[in-house]
C-alpha cells in the first residue's frame, strides 16, 4: 500500500513539474495547483504515526498524528491564497504581452 | 506592566537620559515642519535639547561613586545573553560631553546656516523653507554617536556604531542632486561600513573569548584576550574597523570627500566626534588589549603615517574645508600613535589633545562655513583681505587657528607640549625615540603652515584677485556664538592664571580609564625649560619658515606628487565588484523553467550527496494489501495519478481545469481515509474555490490566446528533457516518502503533547482544531493574513491594471470596455428561474451552515475557514446566475475590503484579548463562563469561536475579491 501511495505522489509531483517546466504559463498555474495538492499529501506521508480513528480527545482506538494535519491545514489555505493572486498575475501579464507563452514574457526580467 | 518591572529605579537609569532627551529633539523635529518656524528660531530651540543632554551627562558623571563606572543593563535577548547596556565612566564622559556641547553649538549653528536672506536678491521662498531632514539627520546621528560611546557592551557599541555610519552618509549626501555629494557619501559608507563589518567579526571574537560582550569583562579579561593565539587576528579586525572609521591612511580618502557634506556637518562629524569614534574604540579597549607589540608597532606605524600624510596633504590645498580635513586626518593619527604608546604620559596627551582639537577644530570648520555663506567661496585664491569686513570671524578665526598651531597661550599649546613631552619619553623603544619627536615636530610645523596660510589667505593678505575681491560682513549674534564659545574656551583654558582644577581631575579621569592607572594631569602652560619647550620652539621657527616661505614652497608642493593612488586603488576596488556582479547576474538566465530546472537537480544532488542512494531491503517487504479501506485509498490514488495525467494531456483548458479539480477531490477522500476529517473538509471547499476562481481566470484570457500556448505544451522540443527532469523529481519524491511510509510509526516528539492538553487546556476535543486557534494561534493569524492580502492584492492588481486600460479606451478606437448594462451573468448566459430562486435560498443556507461550523468546529470537524469559504461560494453562485452587477447591486452589505479589514482587526484584538484577561497572547478566554451567559450546550462563546468569527469574516472579504475581482467583465479588443 505504501509503495502505490509513494508512487502517486511521485506522479503527481511529477506531472506538476513537467507543466511548470513548459512554456504555457496557464498550464503552469495549474502546475502550481497539482504541486501544491501533492506536498501536502507529501507533508501527510510525513506524520510521525498512522492512525484508526481521527485526532479527537475522544478517540479509543490509536488516532492518527494531528500534528502534520494542523500544518496542512494552514498550508492548504496559504496555497489557496498565492494561487488567486498568481491567476491575477496571469491575467495582467496576458493583457499586457497579449501572450500565454512563458518565452515571449520580457521586460520582467530587469 | 512586566517590562517595567524589571527596570527598578536605580541611579544608573540617569544614563538613559541623555539618550533620551536627544532621541526626543529628534522626535519634535517633524512636527516642526508644520509650523512657521524659520531655521535659526529652530536652531535655537532644538539645541536645547543637546544642551539638555549635556548637563544630563554632567549630572551623571557627578554621580560617579569613587571613580567607579556607572552600568546599566536593559535585558533585550537574556537567552543570547544579548543586553542593551550603557557605561559611564571618565573616558564615555569626556566623549559624550563633546558631542553634546559642540552638538549644541552645531544644532545653532545649522539654524543660521540654512538662513539664506543676507545673500539679498537671491531670497526666494525656497530658500527659508525649514530644514528639518538636516536637523533630523544630525540629532539622528548625535544619538548614535552619543550611544557609541556609552555603550556598555560590544553589541549595543556596534549598533550604535553602524548607526553613526548610516546617519553620515545621509549628513554627506544631503545635497543628493550633485553628484560629488553622492559619491563623497558612497565612499565613506564603503570605506567605514567594510570597517564596520571588520568590526563585528573582532568584537565576536572577543565575546567569544571572554565570553560576554559586557564591558566590565572584557576590561578586565587583557590576560585572556592578550595570550590567546588569535590575538593577531582580531585585533587586525578592530584596528581596521577604528582605522577606517578614524581615516588612518590609507583609509583616509574618504574624509576629503565626505567635505561635499553642508558644512554644520563636516564641523559635527569631521573634527569632533564621527572620526573620534576609531580613537575612542582603542582607547576604550586599550586596557583589554592594548600593551602588546603588535598594539605598539600598528599603531604607532599606521599613526605616524597618517600624521604625515595628512599634513602634507593639507598644505596642498586651497578649499578651506578640505584644508581643515586633511589637517584633522593629521591630528587623527597623533591621537592614534599617542593610543600605542601605553605610557601614563601619552594618554595624558591623549585627552588634552582631543579636548583641544574638538575645540579649535569644530570653530574652525564653523567659521569657514560663515566664511563661505557670507562671501559665496571657500577658495584661498579667490578670498583676503576680509579683516577690516568681518572683524568678529577674524577674531575668532585667529584664536581658534592660534591654538590649531599650538602657540601659547592658547590650549592648542599646552595640547602639542603634552605630546612632544610624550615624543622624548625614555621608555620608548629607540628606534621610535628617534621616530617619534622628529616626526612630531615636522607634523607640528606642517599644521602651523596651514593655521598660518588659513588666517593669512582669507583675512590678512591682500585681495587674491583685486578685480573682484570677496565681500561680505559678520554674520548675525547666534552664527557667530556657535564658533566663538569654543575658541574663547581654548583660549580661557590657556590663559587661567588659576589651573582649572575640576577640568584636570575630569580629564585625568578620562585617562586613567584608557591606561587602567592613575594618570597625572596639570594643565600649566608654563613648566620651564625643558626638552619639550625646545622642541616646540624648533617646531614653532620651522613652520614660521615655511610661512615664510609660502610662495614657493605651496607650488612645489602641487607640483609634487600630485595625488596620491591610494583613490585609485579604491576606484579599482569598486569597479572590479561592479564587473563581478554584473558578471554573475548575466549567469541569470531569467526564465522560470531553467531556474526550476537547476533547483529541481540541485535538489537531487544535494540528496544523493547527503543521503546516498536508497537501501535496497525497503523494498524486500512491499506489501499490497487492499483489502478494506485499503482499497478505497488504492482507488483516491489511482484518481489522482490518473486525473493528473489528464490535466497535461487534454488539450481544452476546461477539461484539464475540471481533471484538476477532480485531483483535489481524490485528495480529500484520502485525507478522510487518514482519518483526518478536518483537512478533508477543507480540502474539498477550498478545491471548489480554486475550480471557480481558475474557470473565471480562464475565461479573463483570449481563446485563442490559450490555444497558442497549448500548442506550446505539446510541442516536442524540449519534451524529453522536461520530463526527464521532472521524472527525476518524482523519483526522489517517491523514494523519500516510500521511506517515510516504510518507517511508521515512530515516535513523535510534540504531538502527545497536543493530543494530551487540548481538552483540559483550551476546551476542545478536535486536537487538530485546538492545534490551529489555539496552541498555534499566531501561526493562523498570519496565515489569514495572507489570505486576505491575497485577496487585497488581487483587488489592487486589477484595480491598477484595469485603470490603464480604461485610460487606454479612452483614448483608442480599437478597445471597449465591457461594463454596466451588458447581459446577465459571468458567461452571459441566460439563467433560468430556478437557478435564480436556488441562488436566493443558499446563501442564507450558506450562512446558517457557516454559523454551525464555528459554533461546534470546537468538537466537530469544519472551521471559521471551512465557513468563510462556504459562504463565498454561495456568493460564487450569485455572480454566476446573476452577473456581476446584478451581484454587486443586490448584496450591497459585501463590501469586500471592510470584510478582510474587520476580520483581521477581530483576531487581532481577541488575540489580546488573551492578553490582558488570560495568561497571555492568543491565550484562551471563555467569554461566555466569564459574563455567565446562558448558552446551548456544547458552545462556548470562547476566544476560540470569536477567533473562528474573525477568520471567517477575512474569509468572506478575501474570497469574494477574488471572485468579484477575476469575474469582472473585461475589455473587448475588435481585433
Known amino acids: 500500500m505504501n509503495i502505490l501511495t509513494a508512487l502517486t505522489i511521485g506522479i503527481l509531483f511529477a506531472i506538476a513539474m513537467y507543466q511548470m517546466l513548459r512554456r504555457n504559463v496557464i498550464r503552469a498555474a495549474i502546475g502550481l495547483a497539482l504541486i501544491s495538492n501533492a506536498i501536502n499529501l507529501y507533508l501527510f506521508s510525513m506524520g510521525a504515526y498512522n492512525g484508526v480513528e481521527a485526532a479527537y480527545s475522544t478517540a479509543i482506538a490509536q488516532i492518527s498524528d494531528p500534528l502534520p494535519q494542523a500544518l496542512v491545514l494552514t498550508a492548504i489555505v496559504i496555497s489557496a491564497g498565492g494561487f488567486a493572486f498568481v491567476l491575477g498575475l496571469l491575467y495582467v501579464v496576458s493583457t499586457r504581452y497579449k501572450t500565454s507563452d512563458s518565452d515571449e514574457i520580457e521586460g520582467l526580467k530587469h | ?975
Open chain 2, 1 to 975: 506592566m512586566r517590562l517595567f518591572a524589571k527596570i527598578r529605579p536605580m541611579i544608573e537609569t540617569v544614563l538613559l537620559l541623555p539618550l533620551v532627551l536627544i532621541a526626543l529633539g529628534l522626535l519634535i523635529v517633524l512636527p516642526l515642519r508644520r509650523t512657521a518656524l524659520t531655521n535659526p528660531q529652530a536652531g535655537w530651540f532644538l539645541s536645547l535639547f543637546p544642551l539638555a543632554a549635556f548637563f544630563s551627562v554632567l549630572y551623571a558623571y557627578n554621580l560617579l561613586p569613587n571613580g567607579k563606572p556607572l552600568f546599566f543593563r536593559l535585558p533585550w535577548l537574556p537567552l543570547l545573553d544579548l543586553h542593551f547596556s550603557l557605561y559611564l565612566d571618565g573616558l564615555s564622559a569626556l566623549f559624550a560631553l563633546i558631542i553634546t556641547g559642540i552638538g549644541t553649538l552645531i544644532i545653532l549653528y545649522t539654524g543660521y546656516y540654512f538662513h539664506h536672506t543676507s545673500t539679498a536678491g537671491s531670497h526666494s521662498p525656497a530658500d527659508s523653507h525649514l530644514e528639518f531632514r538636516f536637523f533630523a539627520y544630525t540629532l539622528l546621528f548625535m544619538l548614535a554617536m552619543l550611544g557609541l560611546v556609552l555603550a556598555g557592551d560590544l553589541i549595543t557599541m556596534f549598533i550604535f556604531w553602524e548607526g553613526t555610519s548610516i546617519s553620515s552618509f545621509l549628513l554627506i549626501g544631503y545635497k543628493y542632486k550633485e553628484e560629488a555629494a553622492r559619491k563623497g557619501a558612497f565612499k565613506s559608507l564603503f570605506i567605514t561600513g567594510g570597517g564596520g563589518i571588520a568590526l563585528l567579526a573582532g568584537f565576536l571574537f572577543v565575546i567569544h573569548l571572554t565570553g560576554s560582550a559586557d564591558l566590565n569583562a572584557i576590561l578586565a579579561g587583557r590576560d585572556v584576550l592578550t595570550t590567546s593565539p588569535l590575538y593577531p587576528v582580531f585585533f587586525t579586525l578592530i584596528a581596521f574597523g577604528a582605522f577606517t572609521k578614524s581615516a588612518q591612511f590609507p583609509a583616509h580618502i574618504w574624509l576629503p570627500e565626505a567635505m561635499s557634506a553642508p558644512t554644520p556637518a563636516s564641523a559635527f562629524l569631521h573634527s569632533a566626534t564621527m572620526v573620534k569614534a576609531g580613537v575612542y574604540l582603542l582607547a576604550r579597549l586599550n586596557p583589554a588589549l592594548g600593551g602588546t607589540d603588535l598594539w605598539f608597532w600598528v599603531l604607532s606605524l599606521f599613526g605616524i603615517a597618517t600624521m604625515l600624510v595628512g599634513a602634507y596633504l593639507g598644505a596642498k590645498q586651497n578649499d578651506l574645508k578640505p584644508l581643515l580635513a586633511y589637517s584633522t586626518v593629521s591630528q587623527l593619527g597623533v591621537l592614534v600613535a599617542l593610543i600605542g604608546q601605553n605610557t601614563e604620559i601619552a594618554f595624558k596627551a591623549l585627552v588634552i589633545s582631543i579636548l583641544a582639537h574638538a575645540l579649535y577644530k569644530s570653530a574652525l570648520f564653523m567659521a569657514a562655513g560663515i566664511i563661505d555663506h557670507e562671501t559665496g567661496t571657500r577658495d584661498l585664491r579667490k578670498l583676503g583681505g576680509l579683516r577690516k569686513q568681518m572683524p568678529i570671524l577674524f577674531g575668532v578665526t585667529a584664536i581658534a587657528a592660534l591654538s590649531m598651531a599650538g602657540l601659547p597661550p592658547l590650549f592648542g599649546f599646552l595640547a602639542k607640549e603634552t605630546l612632544l613631552a610624550t615624543a622624548t619619553h625614555p621608555t620608548l623603544p629607540p628606534v621610535v625615540n628617534a621616530i617619534f619627536p622628529l616626526t612630531t615636530v615636522l607634523a607640528g610645523a606642517l599644521i602651523l603652515f596651514q593655521a598660518g596660510i588659513l588666517v593669512w589667505g582669507v583675512f590678512l593678505s591682500p585681495p587674491a584677485d583685486p578685480k573682484h575681491p570677496a565681500h561680505g560682513h559678520d554674520p548675525r549674534f547666534g552664527f557667530w556664538l556657535a564658533p566663538a564659545l569654543p575658541a574663547l574656551l581654548s583660549l580661557l583654558i590657556g590663559i587661567t592664571p588659576i589651573e582649572p582644577a575640576s577640568l584636570a581631575n575630569f580629564l585625568a579621569e578620562a585617562a586613567k580609564a584608557v591606561y587602567g592607572a592613575k594618570v597625572k594631569v596639570s594643565l600649566a602652560l608654563w613648566t620651564g625649560i625643558n626638552v619639550p619647550l625646545i622642541l616646540s620652539i624648533v617646531a614653532v621657527s620651522l613652520g614660521l619658515l615655511l610661512f615664510w616661505q609660502r610662495n614657493r614652497l605651496r607650488p612645489a608642493l602641487m607640483a609634487f606628487l600630485p595625488n596620491l593612488t591610494v583613490n585609485t586603488l579604491f576606484d579599482g576596488t569598486v569597479q572590479g565588484l561592479d564587473w563581478l556582479a554584473h558578471t554573475a547576474t548575466r549567469l541569470q538566465a531569467g526564465r522560470m523553467r531553467v531556474y526550476l530546472r537547476v533547483i529541481v537537480l540541485s535538489a537531487v544532488v544535494l540528496l544523493l550527496l547527503l543521503v546516498g542512494l536508497p537501501p535496497l531491503t525497503l523494498f524486500q517487504n512491499v506489501q499490497w494489501n487492499l483489502m478494506g479501506l485499503n482499497g478505497l485509498r488504492a482507488f483516491s490514488l489511482v484518481v489522482m495519478a490518473t486525473a493528473g495525467l489528464a490535466t497535461v494531456f487534454l488539450r481544452r483548458d476546461l477539461y484539464a481545469v475540471i481533471a484538476l479539480g477532480l485531483v483535489g477531490l481524490a485528495v480529500a477522500i484520502w485525507m478522510a481515509l487518514e482519518p483526518a476529517p478536518d483537512v478533508a473538509l477543507v480540502q474539498v471547499v477550498v478545491d471548489i474555490l480554486t475550480t471557480v476562481i481558475l474557470i473565471l481566470g480562464l475565461n479573463a484570457i483570449p481563446r485563442k490566446q490559450r490555444a497558442r500556448a497549448n500548442e506550446l505544451l505539446h510541442s516536442r522540443r524540449g519534451m524529453t528533457r522536461d520530463w526527464l527532469v521532472a521524472g527525476l523529481l518524482g523519483l526522489v519524491v517517491a523514494w523519500t516518502t516510500f521511506t517515510a511510509l516504510e518507517l511508521r510509526p515512530r515516535q513523535s516528539l510534540v504531538s502527545p503533547y497536543y493530543a494530551q492538553n487540548a481538552k483540559p487546556l483550551t476546551g476542545a476535543k478536535d486536537i487538530v482544531g485546538a492545534i490551529v486557534v489555539d496552541f498555534r494561534g499566531s501561526d493562523t493569524l498570519i496565515e489569514i493574513m495572507v489570505f486576505g492580502m491575497a485577496g487585497v492584492a488581487l483587488y489592487t492588481l486589477f484595480h491598477f491594471g484595469t485603470r490603464q486600460l480604461e485610460e487606454r479606451a479612452a483614448k483608442e478606437p480599437g478597445v471597449k470596455l465591457l461594463l454596466p448594462g451588458t447581459p446577465k451573468g459571468i458567461y452571459a448566459l441566460p439563467t433560468s428561474p430556478l437557478l435564480h430562486t436556488l441562488a436566493y435560498v443558499i446563501l442564507p443556507l450558506a450562512f446558517m451552515l457557516g454559523a454551525t461550523h464555528m459554533m461546534y468546529g470546537h468538537d466537530q470537524p469544519g472551521d471559521g475557514f471551512t465557513a468563510g469559504v462556504i459562504i463565498s461560494l454561495a456568493i460564487a453562485m450569485w455572480y454566476i446566475v446573476f452577473g456581476y452587477e446584478d451581484t454587486r447591486r443586490k448584496l450591497p452589505w459585501l463590501n469586500r475590503n471592510h470584510f478582510v479589514a474587520a476580520g483581521l482587526l477581530l483576531a487581532l484584538f481577541n488575540a489580546l484579548g488573551g492578553l490582558v484577561l488570560g495568561a497571555g497572547f492568543f491565550a484562551p478566554v471563555d467569554y461566555g463562563k466569564l459574563l455567565s451567559l446562558p448558552l446551548p450546550p456544547g458552545f462556548a462563546l470562547s476566544s476560540a469561536f470569536v477567533f473562528e468569527v474573525a477568520i471567517c469574516l477575512t474569509v468572506i472579504g478575501s474570497a469574494s475579491l477574488m471572485i468579484d475581482n477575476l469575474g469582472r467583465p473585461r475589455e473587448e479588443e475588435n481585433t
